[in-house]
């Protein structure tokens, strides 16, 4: 029996790209990904088809790319009845892209991968990894990657943490093999420079360092970083700033937090968001329908009967006062280093109040955004999920909403050179009244223009 999925996943989302709708479709050098797929029957360039190794399920795979800040996303059609959960791009890397599936069966639940090429004038593939991942491996989780040798074999490398601190356990599948080849390794470093409230603990992205190497990312502790291509590969620790708003590193990073890498630089992106603190008078009568004599500043008369207690009221604590946290304005710090420096060099910080948000268009999108006087009202609105850009350049995407519980969202993308609102899309996707974003970014759209754009 398959898994039980939310209505929004069978109704994917408008795509505003005007380009990719062209004849011959004209796709962006990079996009903002979905990580987790929708159930349609879709058909368009990127469609690809494959028949898992494994289950013997056949499923369809379609994209619908867009320009960021746009969210761009996935659609599959297969067996849903025998899928445990949404299929999910868990890593990608040029003209690659690995998707993870969990087929049900009367044995439980089978992990099969598969990987996307992305090809020119309808030439995209989808080919099915020919083993399973070995014991203990098992999840959807984004600890797997991808490296591709010079002679087109591939290698597939899952991290998970091994019983013993400061150890971990390699899974690496070889095409040219078949076969996975599980080691255990010891991070490189000495003992007194590690604590183990500072160890990788769980990946929340993969990354691609080039050259073969590839990053875990604990986006609260730091990357565990290996070159799979080596005869003798070794791991060790990046670590990452720690987030001096949450310094036991609890919850979900995702909303404050991301890091990415291009030609070896690590780029580090923290939102801190600030809240007010206010103190507020607490009513005793809250929550009951009886009155009490503070009532009199609004009241001519009160009757017997709201003076008695119905039969499921209780009396509540006197009257006190009460700590409020107010959404008081978020601050963007970002930083980078090569893989082979022993430091973080500092990038941007740019707190809300000093974005500009003064493109009539985008107030046409979101009056909201500007204030009765024509100044940003943006530290106003509910904004996370800060995701950077894969072009080198200093843009920060963000995800904002009216209100967190709202079912509207926006996608904006705020150049912090500048320091100004560069872009603004509405997000239409049902699943924007999660307020809950997992992206991944991914290069292989460009790969799938038949003429440069």
């Known amino acids: 029996m398959g898994g039980l999925f939310l209505s929004s996943s069978f109704h994917p989302p408008r795509v505003n790209s005007a380009a990719a709708a062209s004849i011959p479709p004209s796709y962006p050098a990079w996009v903002l990904l979905d990580r987790r797929a929708y159930f349609a029957d879709l058909e368009n360039a990127t469609t690809a088809t494959a028949t898992a190794s494994t289950t013997g399920h056949t499923v369809k795979v379609t994209f619908c790319l867009a320009d960021p800040p746009s969210l761009s996303h996935f659609c599959v059609q297969g067996p849903t009845q025998h899928l445990a959960v949404e299929p999910q791009v868990v890593f990608s890397d040029e003209d690659l892209a690995l998707l993870v599936f969990a087929f049900t069966g009367d044995s439980g639940s089978t992990v099969e991968y598969f990987i996307y090429k992305a090809g020119?004038?309808?030439?995209?593939?989808?080919?099915?990894?020919?083993?399973?991942?070995?014991?203990?491996?098992?999840?959807?989780?984004?600890?797997?990657?991808?490296?591709?040798?010079?002679?087109?074999?591939?290698?597939?490398?899952?991290?998970?943490?091994?019983?013993?601190?400061?150890?971990?356990?390699?899974?690496?599948?070889?095409?040219?093999?078949?076969?996975?080849?599980?080691?255990?390794?010891?991070?490189?470093?000495?003992?007194?420079?590690?604590?183990?409230?500072?160890?990788?603990?769980?990946?929340?992205?993969?990354?691609?360092?080039?050259?073969?190497?590839v990053g875990w990312v604990d986006l609260w502790r730091g990357v565990i970083v290996c070159n799979i291509l080596a005869d003798d590969p070794f791991i060790y620790l990046i670590p990452l700033p720690k987030p001096?708003?949450?310094?036991?590193?609890?919850?979900?990073?995702?909303?404050?937090?991301?890091?990415?890498?291009?030609?070896?630089?690590?780029?580090?992106?923290?939102m801190e968001h600030y809240f007010r603190r206010e103190v507020v008078d607490v009513d005793d009568n809250f929550g009951n329908t009886f009155k009490v004599t503070k009532d009199l500043d609004t009241l001519d008369k009160m009757y017997d009967r709201?003076?008695?207690?119905?039969?499921?009221?209780?009396?509540?604590?006197?009257?006190?006062?009460?700590?409020?946290?107010?959404?008081?304005?978020?601050?963007?710090r970002t930083c980078y280093r090569h893989i082979?420096?022993?430091?973080?060099?500092?990038?941007?910080?740019?707190?809300?109040?000093?974005?500009?948000?003064?493109?009539?268009?985008?107030?046409?999108?979101?009056?909201?955004?500007?204030?009765g006087y024509g100044k940003s009202a943006l530290g106003n609105l509910a904004t996370a999920y800060p995701t950077l850009s894969l072009n080198g350049d200093h843009v920060v995407y963000l995800m904002t909403k009216l209100d967190a519980h709202g079912k509207k969202?926006?996608?904006?993308?705020?150049?912090?050179?500048?320091?100004?609102?560069?872009?603004?899309?509405?997000?239409?996707?049902?699943?924007a009244s999660h307020f809950k974003l997992d992206c991944v970014t991914c290069a292989f759209s460009e790969f799938l223009n038949t003429t440069p754009r």
């Open 340 to 371: 082979s420096w022993n430091y973080w060099r500092k990038g941007h910080c740019v707190h809300v109040n000093d974005i500009l948000a003064n493109n009539p268009k985008h107030a046409m999108l979101l009056p909201q955004l500007v204030d």
């Open 244 to 270: 001096a708003f949450n310094l036991p590193r609890v919850g979900d990073p995702k909303p404050v937090r991301d890091v990415t890498a291009s030609n070896g630089v690590i780029k580090f992106v923290e």
């Open 306 to 332: 709201d003076l008695l207690l119905l039969p499921h009221e209780t009396f509540l604590e006197a009257p006190g006062e009460q700590i409020i946290y107010i959404r008081d304005g978020w601050k963007i």
């Open 120 to 213: 020119r004038g309808n030439q995209s593939s989808l080919e099915p990894i020919p083993a399973p991942p070995p014991p203990g491996t098992r999840n959807t989780e984004c600890n797997v990657s991808m490296v591709v040798r010079e002679d087109g074999q591939f290698l597939l490398a899952h991290l998970s943490l091994a019983s013993t601190i400061t150890y971990y356990d390699l899974s690496i599948f070889s095409s040219k093999t078949v076969k996975w080849i599980t080691r255990t390794m010891q991070v490189q470093a000495p003992a007194n420079q590690i604590r183990e409230e500072d160890l990788f603990a769980e990946p929340h992205k993969v990354i691609s360092l080039g050259g073969g190497m």
């Open 409 to 431: 969202a926006w996608m904006l993308g705020v150049d912090l050179e500048n320091k100004m609102v560069q872009i603004l899309e509405p997000y239409y996707s049902e699943r």
